[in-house]
């Protein structure tokens, strides 16, 4: 559509939300300004460096476009390219992306957790700057008590070897040597409980028993739980004609928080 004047705020904005949501999309995107829907070309009148600085503004500053002029049969065009962003692009306070031809209102976590996706990252597997040697002794042990217990040739041939090897066989050791985020976690700890246990008779009763451990290794705190999860089990002998049979209750799934 033909626009009369060089500068055009009400067009300016309608643009600025358009180039958002495509900034967002994977791979970003381009609008030609001067076709209309039908094929028809109209031509703009709109001064590319207004348009591109009035984006910027209307942007927060975190989006600059690439505006250019082309010709068409000597009609003026103007393509404005978006590149795909590293943040989230907001217009007026919102976050958009593109679902087949309509831009989709999303929040900053869903679009965060698209791009760690797009680009195949795994947190679990970056390097935590810990030593390999600040793996906690007992959290070794239980690992081992672990594999012992799966039972299987491989499991038993790998509790059987030293430390630096389980945990490098365990894919927890980058190539620098340090522990990955996982590995820190699994056999460090950060400070803070990672998993919160509470167990009850049943639902909405009192307190049984609570395990919320600060200093420990998830491992430690895996144990823990299973520990307590075990002291509450209690065997039932049920009579079944001459024939007393027992059973055990089964492990109540504990309450966690993620962190």
Known sequence: MLQPKRENEAAAQQLAAAVACMANTDGGG????????????????????????RIY???????????????????RLLVVR??????????????TWRVDDRCVEVDATTWHDRRLVRERYDWSEQASQLDVS???????EIARRFLRDAGDDRSLDLASVSDQQMLRRLNVVTTEGTLTNAGALAFVGRGEPALDY?????????????VRDHGRSLLEEIAEIEKAA??????RHVPHGFVIGQFREPRRVPSAKRW
């Open 30 to 53: 381009a609008l030609i300004l001067g076709v209309e829907d039908d094929g028809a070309v109209t031509g703009t009148a709109l001064d590319a460096e207004w348009l591109r600085r």
């Open 57 to 75: 503004g209307s942007t927060d500053r975190r989006l600059t476009v690439d505006v250019s002029e082309v010709y068409v049969h000597r009609v």
């Open 82 to 95: 978006a590149p795909q962003a590293i943040e989230p692009i907001r217009h007026r306070g919102r976050i």
């Open 134 to 140: 600040a793996a906690r002794p007992v959290a070794l």
């Open 198 to 210: 509470t167990r009850r008779r049943h639902r909405a009763g009192d307190s049984q028993r609570r």
């Open 230 to 235: 075990d002291a509450h089990n209690e065997t």
